[in-house]
C-alpha cells in the first residue's frame, strides 16, 4: 500500500476516533494500527447494530434434503408482510415468515421480531423489542421498526402480541 493511502487512512481512523471517543495507539513496529477497523465501526455502527434475536429453533429439529426442508415446530405459523419499509432490509417486499407465539413475556428478549396490535394501526405491527421491563400493568416490551429512526410511541403488553419471528423466507 502505498504511503499517501496510509496517511489518509490513519488520517480518517484518528478522526473517527475522537467523534467516537477511542483512543487509537499507533504502534512503532506495525504497518497499519491495531484499532483502525473499531474505529471505523464506532464511527459507521455505533447506533445501528440491532440486537440479534433468541435462537428458538434448535439446528436437530431442522433437516435439509436436495427436494425439500423440514423444520419441526410445534404452534407455528405463515406470515405474510406490508411492505412499510420499517423493517427494511429484514422484512422487505416479498418476505414471509414463520411465528410462534411466545410462552410468556419473561420469554420474549431484546433482539426479538414481535408481531403485535396496537390501536396505532390497522392489522398486526411487525417490529423489533429494544426493551423490556415491567410497571404497574405488568410486563412490556419497547419497539422500533429496525428503518425508523425512533421507538415506537407506546409499550407492548404481552396479550397484545401475536408471535414471535423465528424464520424469514425470502
Excluded: C
Excluded at 26 to 32: D, T, V
Excluded at 152 to 169: K, N, S, T
Amino acid at each position: 500500500m502505498g504511503k499517501g493511502i496510509l496517511i489518509i487512512l490513519v488520517s480518517i481512523a484518528l478522526f473517527a476516533s475522537m467523534l467516537a471517543g477511542i483512543d487509537i495507539a499507533i504502534g512503532q513496529n506495525s504497518e497499519y494500527p491495531s484499532a483502525l477497523p473499531s474505529a471505523f465501526s464506532a464511527l459507521f455502527f455505533r447506533n445501528h447494530e440491532q440486537q440479534s434475536p433468541a435462537n428458538r429453533i434448535a439446528e436437530e429439529n431442522i433437516s435439509v434434503f436436495p427436494e425439500q426442508v423440514v423444520i419441526t415446530l410445534g404452534r407455528a405459523s405463515w406470515a405474510s408482510y406490508e411492505d412499510t419499509n420499517s423493517m427494511d432490509p429484514v422484512l422487505d417486499d416479498g418476505a414471509h415468515g414463520i411465528e410462534i407465539p411466545p410462552a410468556s413475556g419473561e420469554s420474549l428478549k431484546v433482539g426479538d421480531i414481535i408481531s403485535f396490535s396496537t390501536p396505532l394501526a390497522d392489522g398486526l405491527v411487525v417490529h423489533r423489542i429494544i426493551e423490556t421491563g415491567r410497571d404497574e400493568q405488568g410486563w412490556y416490551a419497547r419497539t422500533r421498526g429496525d428503518n425508523n429512526p425512533a421507538a415506537d410511541p407506546i409499550r407492548v403488553r404481552f396479550e397484545d402480541i401475536h408471535g414471535v419471528l423465528v424464520a424469514v423466507i425470502y
